[in-house]
């Protein structure tokens, strides 16, 4: 079962997520709780439409000290937690509307490898919406591997054009990691990104990030490589 707080304990959260809250992305938040070694997170659902399923993961095991969903669609049964408060990914399963969010407690330091709403269409077909957060860059080349493959069967000129893009802005730095290498990654990426599913895009992309040595997210949004085309195609 969702364990929740009373609406007098939701009503103190809220007034210290406005004095002392810190942004961490577009659409999440985090706030040191007082008193305990935990960190109240806020996962706001900025996508404009109803979602749901609210997915959260983690690279380690984590215990939810406890949940609450803000802004739940009562009407279509809310949103509970399914599952365990113990795992290392856990789904939020119902309807929440825009502006809703849902409150998680865990230890203090430890941050979601992964967080993504889900929209359910008429067919019950789950497809992501909104941009992910994520923290690892395993997570990125899950993303990028899904990504891809659903902007080729959508618009495979639009992807082509996207990685044209992306090889004319990191034109030196390709052929200088190539030559490094000794595989041209240009000439290695385009069969692999046009023919592969998903599995093998991520695998191709973790490889070459192992080669160059990367080991942190942020040695790839912030490092010599240009992503900007590739995040803009992929919706991130």
Known sequence: MLLTRSLRTVLIGVVMTAMFGLAVGAWTEVYPSFGNNTA????RNTTGVTVNVLRVEFEQEVTLEYAAIIGGDLERGGMELMGPLTGRSFDFVG?????GAIQINIPLGVQPALAQWIKMDA?????PVGAPFFTSVAVLGRLFGQGIVAAREANPEGLRAAFNEFFEANAEYLAEASQSIGVSLVDSLMPIIMASPAEGIENFFNTIMGMLGVTSLSEVTEGPVDFSALFALLGM
């Open 40 to 43: 109240d997170w806020f996962f």
């Open 95 to 99: 309807a929440l509307v825009t502006h």
């Open 123 to 127: 067919m019950g077909n789950m497809m």
